[in-house]
């Protein structure tokens, strides 16, 4: 089955818009002569002033810099809306499905969401929101999400959306590093029948150092009664009702920041990752275009959550700009029951759809009659991102859910490069299960080897990128020194991913996952360094490493080795404690599947710890953990083997 390839289907072949033949040339246009393609490209963007220069980037210290378009202007939101009123003003914008499918669902028209962004804009204007300040955004998966972000774009805020499953703790960090004095929340929001108290977890926040924030704007999503503070907090409806429907879109520079977006690194806090407007704009855009083989009218659903890089700029930015008609789902694929995918497929006729792994192997299990009571017969194209996805998992997805005849696109990209980098495209790659295929147009990957030295050919290494693309992330908010550091040190002059990758006989690339201290639980991306923080930050503990495990449905699990302060006598509860401790100070993405109490954690003479063996026993790999004998107390790793917990 590894072996497996699926020709692509003779209509694809024939009818894409990216051919096997137009692939070969676009690419090598977009590498040869980079900026003649990219001229071309741009231009699927209405520019307000043109651009006069492409590119202008180095990824070496002594003139390191990233800008693309630079002298061009632009308003995004304008692209995503006013450019769409004349032709489909009255064609449905965004196509919203609410967690109980016995609520009523949404249909927006590109008008209606015009209005709602100006009259939005307008209200963050009387608040005295004024170009490039942040704007933090709390909200569940509703149409007023996109709103809110639309509305920034508008006026040249920068939004910061904070994912709604973050602790109060975790939000009020970011409130802090990008110094926002605003945040808009809705009452509460509701995921698989639960509800997700936001306004609670904004006052929460802050009150934890959030002096700052004079304003919160509240949406009224499920009606709960919740406590609003005079003089500082906002009814949305009452807010907007007030303001006109007109709002001219504010003239921005191609460089101009677009939005912060915290993502977890190997190191430290999660760090802001800053995009720019103008080649964010024409990244997404064209990626959109090209991948999902987008051709007007069609709907489109990518079940990703706008707190997360993939809803920036595939639930919002780029259909949106391409004119389509986009789904919004509030809920959870599990509930009320494992059909509730696919009905919404059927329900909408959606005809694209875009998904994560882990949600697949979830339903996956479930068994093939959830699925297959289901029509389906829209679908012509699935997409799968954010994690590696296993073949077995492939498979399923292929055969049950798209019953052979839709191809899948495997997408590779992160955070920091804004859409996506590796992918098949429909019409023009042959699919292997598991594989992200080929680079996208104007992506130069490399494979290095650990001395740095590029693997030509067939071979696995570590995954870097040679030259710049218009979407990628331009600095880590507040610190350009990290940006540098982070990305363009571990090998000079060149982007490093933090991914393992493999390059088969054919140019196929197949990511193998992180290989720094990352990890990728049910597709949300995680700092083993965080959950360390946090555990450590309880009283009783003294010390704790946290590593990656393996896990069936969640892609990555996660392992926590924890010593505590000598007086005390670890236990059950103090095990479920810490779980909740976990929980509450990140939130519950980040619930430790395994709390492992040791004396001690294996230590270098030097005092470092060996996660390299640690990673080892979280992945039961325990034949294998290497040399040992560098370490101050090999016997720790005895102990450490004799009383790994077995996974529930
Ligand atoms: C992983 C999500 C394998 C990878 C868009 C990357 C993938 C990290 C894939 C970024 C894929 C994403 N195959 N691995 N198709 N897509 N990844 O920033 O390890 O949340 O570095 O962006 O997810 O996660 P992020």
């Known amino acids: 089955m590894a072996d497996a390839v699926y020709p692509v289907p003779a209509d694809w072949a024939e009818n894409a818009l990216i051919t096997a033949p137009v692939y070969e040339e676009r690419y090598r246009m977009s590498i040869e002569q980079p900026d003649a393609f990219w001229r071309e490209e741009a231009a699927r963007i209405d520019w307000i002033r043109p651009f006069t220069r492409v590119s202008e980037a180095s990824f070496h210290e002594a003139d390191f810099g990233i800008k693309w378009f630079a002298d061009g202007t632009l308003n995004l939101a304008a692209n995503c809306l006013d450019r769409h009123l004349e032709e489909r003003g009255d064609q449905v914008a965004i196509l919203w499905e609410a967690d109980s499918p016995d609520a009523a669902s949404r249909a927006i028209t590109y008008g209606e969401l015009h209005e709602m962004v100006c009259r939005f804009a307008n209200l963050l204007k009387a608040q005295g929101v004024r170009k490039g300040e942040r704007v933090t955004l709390y909200l569940p998966m509703v149409p007023e999400a996109a709103v809110a972000m639309l509305a920034c774009a508008r006026i040249g805020a920068i939004h910061s959306v904070v994912f709604a499953g973050f602790s109060p703790e975790a939000l009020a960090g970011r409130i802090q590093d990008c110094d926002s004095r605003i945040v808009v929340t809705a009452d509460e929001g509701l995921r698989g029948g639960k509800k997700v108290p936001l306004k609670a977890n904004v006052d929460a926040a802050l009150g934890h150092n959030c002096e700052a924030v004079d304003t919160v704007i509240v949406l009224k999503h499920t009606g709960a009664d919740v406590p609003m503070t005079q003089g500082r907090d906002i009814d949305w409806a009452m807010g907007v009702a007030a303001q006109s429907a007109d709002c001219p879109a504010e003239e921005m520079g191609a460089e101009d920041p677009l939005f912060i977006l915290y993502t977890s690194g190997s190191t430290g806090k999660p760090k802001g990752v800053l995009h720019t407007t103008g080649g964010y704009a024409v990244w997404a855009a064209m990626t959109f275009q090209y991948v999902f083989d987008y051709r007007p009218g069609q709907i489109y659903w990518c079940a990703a959550d706008v707190g997360w890089?993939?809803?920036?700029?595939?639930?919002?930015?780029?259909?949106?700009?391409?004119?389509?008609?986009?789904?919004?789902?509030?809920?959870?694929?599990?509930?009320?029951?494992?059909?509730?995918?696919?009905?919404?497929?059927?329900?909408?006729?959606?005809?694209?759809?875009?998904?994560?792994?882990?949600?697949?192997?979830?339903?996956?299990?479930?068994?093939?009659?959830?699925?297959?009571?289901?029509?389906?017969?829209?679908?012509?194209?699935?997409?799968?991102?954010?994690?590696?996805?296993?073949?077995?998992?492939?498979?399923?997805?292929?055969?049950?859910?798209?019953?052979?005849?839709?191809?899948?696109?495997?997408?590779?990209?992160q955070t920091e490069t804004g859409a996506c980098m590796m992918t098949p495209l429909p019409g023009a790659h042959a699919l292997k299960p598991g594989s992200a295929a080929k680079p996208m147009f104007g992506v130069r990957p490399l494979l290095l080897d650990n001395e740095g030295q590029v693997i030509e050919g067939a071979g696995e290494g570590c995954l870097v990128i040679d030259r710049s693309w218009p979407g990628q992330m331009r600095t880590v908010w507040g610190d350009h020194e990290r940006f540098f550091q982070t990305y363009f040190t571990t090998f000079k002059g060149l982007y490093f991913t933090g991914d393992g990758c493999k390059r088969d006989e054919d140019g196929y690339y197949w990511i193998t996952g992180r290989i720094d201290d990352v990890i990728n639980v049910s597709g949300h991306r995680m700092g083993t360094a965080e959950v360390e923080s946090a555990l450590v930050a309880h009283p009783k503990v003294a010390e704790a490493a946290v590593v990656g495990m393996p896990h069936a449905v969640k892609g990555q699990g996660i392992y926590a080795f924890v010593t505590t302060n000598v007086e005390v006598e670890p236990d059950e509860q103090l095990r479920r404690d810490l779980v909740q401790w976990v929980r509450r100070e990140i939130g519950p993405i980040a619930t430790p599947d395994i709390i492992q109490f040791t004396p001690a954690l294996p230590k270098t003479r030097s005092g470092k710890i060996m996660r390299r063996i640690l990673r080892k026993i979280g992945e039961n790999d325990l034949s294998n953990l290497g040399d040992i004998s560098t370490l101050a107390d090999p016997q720790v790793v005895e102990h450490l083997v004799a009383g790994r917990p077995q996974l529930a």
């Not at 809920?331 to 792994?357: C, H, L, M, N």
Request: aromatic share 14%.
């Open 309 to 413: 890089v993939t809803g920036h700029s595939y639930v919002v930015y780029a259909p949106l700009m391409t004119g389509a008609t986009t789904v919004m789902f509030e809920g959870v694929p599990t509930w009320p029951d494992a059909s509730r995918f696919w009905q919404i497929v059927d329900k909408f006729g959606v005809e694209i759809f875009y998904g994560a792994p882990t949600a697949l192997r979830a339903l996956m299990r479930e068994g093939d009659e959830w699925v297959t009571r289901t029509s389906r017969k829209s679908l012509r194209l699935l997409g799968s991102v954010g994690e590696p996805i296993n073949p077995e998992a492939w498979e399923w997805y292929h055969r049950v859910v798209g019953e052979g005849r839709c191809p899948i696109v495997d997408t590779w990209w």
